[in-house]
């Protein structure tokens, strides 16, 4: 069926490095595509989005990109803080089919000191 | 501003008994959903309200499930007979429900049921 999917479960990074977190989607119709952050006992809080006319787009510290022809959503994080230890999801909206999202599975970034 | 508040934060009960799981959306979101997340594993999605559409159900895993959004605010989400299995983190979600559909999702802190 169709999935959201991580390539990896859980990255360590020092701090003070870059983090990038990879999402593979399998329906190519997905529009709509949102990372998430998810500390442990909270709920997730959204990070970033982006849309499909889009390859590319920046937030504080954060860059997401998106490419289409391979069907893959990255998360780049800059200069890794502690406080950026968390599971990120990615999730893909597909338009017409409503507003609900469908989830990866999650990555664990674990920053070292 | 308030964000999405759910109540209670957990919930313990024994298995058989029904439950009650309360979601406060956004003031002035009118769309509103609820996930469930079990243990280390990604979201799954129940069930989405918005505005006075009949609610998208396509999620919800049986027919013990069912949820209700009174005044287009407040949702509870409610689970006859639980079983083991029902125990997750329960999360509601409001997004502000316009005509464009790509919309951010703001989550609440989610309830965490467990059934013994």
């Known amino acids: 069926g169709e999935s959201v999917g991580l390539h990896l479960p859980t990255l360590s990074v020092q701090e003070g490095d870059n983090s990038i977190i990879n999402c593979a989607y399998s329906n190519s119709a997905s529009d709509y595509f949102i990372w998430y952050k998810q500390e442990s006992g909270k709920g997730p809080q959204f990070i970033i989005d982006i849309r499909s006319n889009m390859d590319k787009r920046q937030g504080q510290r954060v860059t997401v990109l998106l490419n289409k022809t391979v069907k893959h959503l990255s998360l780049q994080i800059a200069a890794t803080q502690p406080g950026d230890s968390a599971v990120y999801f990615c999730a893909e909206n597909k338009g017409a089919a409503g507003n609900k999202l469908t989830f990866g599975g999650g990555t664990r970034v674990l920053v070292k000191p | 501003g308030a964000g999405v508040s759910q109540s209670p934060s957990n919930k313990v009960t024994e298995k058989g008994k029904d439950v009650e799981l309360r979601c406060d959306p956004i003031s002035g979101h009118t769309a509103l959903y609820w996930y469930r997340q079990s243990l280390g594993q990604g979201l799954e999605f129940l069930i989405y309200f918005q505005g006075n559409s009949a609610p998208d159900k396509s999620g919800l895993p049986s027919d013990r499930f069912s949820a209700e959004r009174t005044g287009g605010s407040v949702s509870t989400l409610t689970i006859q007979r639980t079983q083991q299995e029902d125990s997750a983190v329960y999360l509601c979600?409001?997004?502000?429900?316009?005509?464009?559909?790509?919309?951010?999702?703001?989550f609440g802190p989610g309830t965490r049921l467990l059934v013994l």
């Open positions: 979600a409001s997004s502000l429900g316009g005509t464009e559909y790509q919309e951010t999702q703001y």
